[in-house]
Each structure stands twice: as C-alpha cells, then as structure tokens.
C-alpha cells in the first residue's frame, strides 16, 4: 500500500503515474476512484470482485481527505481498515494537504504503507534549484532575474520548470525583457476563465482559451487537474449559498478570496447537479489519460466539447 501526500494536485497525479509504470503489466488491472465521489460498497466491490482477466488488482484512491482533514469523521473506521488488509489488492492512496491526521484509519495506513510526501518547497530552495539548472544548461543569469519569474509566475514547481524549459530548449537568454516575452502570466485568471466557459457552455470562448493553454502550458494533465479543482470549488460554493450563507462566510469556511465567491455566484448555468456531471465527467478524462486510454489532445479536447454541448 502507498500513501502519497502533497501540495498540489499535479504533483500528486504525477506520482501515482510514475508508481503505475512501475507496478503494472499484462497481468493488472488499474481501478480509480475519487474518494469524495465514491462510496465504501463500491471500493468493497472492486476490491472484492473476483477478476478473470488479470492476477494482480491495483485500486488507486485519489483526493482521499480523511487522511488530512481535521473535522471529525463519521464513517465506519473498522470497515474501511478491513477494506485495506485485503492482501490481494495493491492501494495507492493520495491527498494533499500539509500534514497527516491522526485519526484511527489514518493511523493504521500510515503503520502499513510506504509514505511519499512532498510539501512545497520554500522560496530560497526554489531559487537554489533554477540557480542549478540554469547553470546545468549553460544558461547565464542573474539572481535578481529569478527572483522576477518567480514573481511574475508564482511559486508552483511544476509551472517553473516549464517556463525555464522555453529558455533551456531554445538557448534563449535568460532576462526580465524575455520572461515577460515568452511566460505565462495571470494564469489563476486564466484557469478561473476556461472554467467559466465550461460552466456557462461557452463553446467560442472555451475553444480560444484552451487552445491558449495548451499553446503555453503544454500540459494537458495540469489543465484538466485545474478545472476539476476549479469544478468542485464552484459546486461547493453554489451548495452553500443555497443553503442560505452569505458571501462572506462561505470564503471563510472555504477559505477562498471574497471576490472569487462572489464571480461563482454570479456564474450562469451553475446547477448543481450539472456540476457533478462534469466534474465526474473530468475525473473520467484524467483516470482514461492516466490509465492510457487517451493519447495527446484530440480525444479529450472532443470530450470537453461534448460536454458542453450536452449543457446547453
């Protein structure tokens, strides 16, 4: 069994991805589940199913938030940790949050499984590390330099990593002039835009966006992890204010920033129930690129335009 435990959603993906590569072949069968979207009977019944096609069952658990979370939780605790003494089933568990509870499941998982956790890393070992692999790839610079990109792009490692590739590949020199030239700014406005198109079934402005993103992120895993969070942020905040909470309270309870509930709430088309469809629907699309089952962009760039159609 894995426990994986980061601070951010990709970095999590890119995990499980590389502990899949390494653990599956002819003879496995790959289950992904979403534990706020999955009940305990269905994890039971794919654990439990007798398979005829493979000998080794691996069940990734992806967003499993008892193990951070500080609320107390009201599940059956013996029966989620009969679930994982199922010695013939390999589970992968992943989270992110800044550090493990201490709950009773939580301390049975972490007494009986391999743990990789990555917190984010602090801003002088980010400039340590593109200090590095500036210097690895013959890249001139001055620190005052990276400290702008950091700036101008924020502290994901992930997104870093990509803006200095555009330098490193194409032997560009590394200034403020170029950063500005070639990487990728707002993209928290950005992301909270292409989610916007897809919530409100834009389809023009959800084509010129993604085609956008693609185009600068180059990662289409980053992009689908983005709107599912973005998804499920719009969900539970039109679920509370529902609920009759006001504007405030819900960026509290959330911790969101106050303006950012306040442009869910005056999102079109944020129906619930048609908000779970697709973020089941994106949960779908990144267990199929996970799982192989879809190759580069043309498939789930069909299946995001599927989606929108059948909102409208």
């Not at 970095?11 to 590569?21: D, E, P």
């Not at 700036?151 to 990593?161: H, K, P, R, T, V």
């Not at 079934?201 to 084509?207: E, L, R, S, V, Y």
Request: proline share 1%; aromatic share 10%; charged share 25%.
């Amino acid at each position: 069994m894995f426990l994986i435990r980061s601070y951010n959603d990709s970095i999590s993906k890119k995990q499980i991805h590389q502990l899949l590569k390494k653990m599956e072949n002819s003879e496995t069968e790959v289950y992904f589940f979403d534990y706020e979207d999955s009940s305990i009977n269905e994890l039971e019944e794919a654990a439990n199913t007798f398979s005829l096609f493979a000998e080794r069952k691996i069940i990734v658990i992806k967003g499993a938030t008892f193990l951070v979370g500080v609320k107390k939780l009201e599940i059956d605790f013996e029966r989620w940790i009969d679930l994982f003494k199922n010695k013939s089933v390999e589970f992968i568990l992943s989270v992110e949050g800044e550090k493990f509870n201490s709950n009773k499941l939580t301390k049975y998982l972490l007494e009986n499984s391999r743990k990789l956790e990555i917190d984010k890393p602090k801003r002088n070992e980010l400039v340590k590390q593109i200090n590095l692999k500036l210097t690895k790839n013959n890249i001139t610079f001055k620190t005052e330099d990276i400290n702008y990109l950091i700036d101008y792009i924020g502290e994901d490692a992930i997104l870093l990593n990509n803006e200095l590739n555009k330098f490193i590949t194409g032997k560009i020199m590394f200034n403020k002039e170029n950063i500005v030239d070639l990487c990728f700014k707002d993209r928290e406005n950005n992301i909270f835009e292409i989610s916007n198109a897809l919530i409100s079934n834009d389809k023009t402005k959800w084509i010129n966006i993604f085609n956008n993103f693609i185009e600068n992120e180059g990662s289409l895993m980053s992009i689908v992890s983005l709107l599912s969070s973005n998804l499920v942020a719009t969900r539970n905040v039109s679920f509370l204010k529902q609920m009759g909470i006001s504007n405030d309270e819900i960026a509290k309870q959330l911790e969101m920033n106050p303006y950012r509930v306040s442009a869910i709430v005056n999102l079109k088309n944020n129906n619930i129930d048609l908000l779970n469809d697709k973020i089941k629907l994106l949960f779908k699309i990144q267990n199929n690129i996970l799982s192989g089952k879809y190759d580069g962009i043309v498939i789930p760039a069909i299946s995001f335009l599927k989606m929108i159609n059948n909102g409208e």
